[in-house]
């Protein structure tokens, strides 16, 4: 009964998983975002591997990187702005932000 209970348990993470990776890269292609980043190469903006790196064990990176996904930004990856996302809300730049923190 243990072993059951410790594979079904695996599935629905692996399953929950899935979908977190499902529903980040979902709302990337929803909002925009891919018209200026890709998960592998640099377009406009840097890749979403490239900033999962950079920010790698800062505790302070989702806040930040919350805050330039609604407010755009500029400097921390040269001198080509991010503009303003308005259309992303706080829990969908939340999600995003956590995808994109997962790339590896």
């Known amino acids: 009964m243990k072993k059951l209970f410790a594979v079904a348990a695996i599935a629905g993470l692996l399953g929950s998983t899935a979908a977190f990776a499902d529903a980040g890269a979902d709302l990337a292609k929803a909002k925009n975002c891919l018209a200026c980043h890709a998960v592998d ?3 406009v903006g840097p890749a979403y591997k490239d900033v999962a790196a950079k920010y790698k064990g800062d505790k302070t ?8 996904v609604q407010k755009g930004g500029v400097g921390a990856w040269g001198q080509v702005p991010m503009p303003p996302n308005p259309q992303v809300n706080a829990a969908e730049a939340k999600t995003l932000v956590a995808w994109v923190l997962a790339q590896k």
């Open 61 to 68: 990176a989702e806040a930040k990187l919350i805050e330039k």
């Open 41 to 43: 190469k640099k377009l």
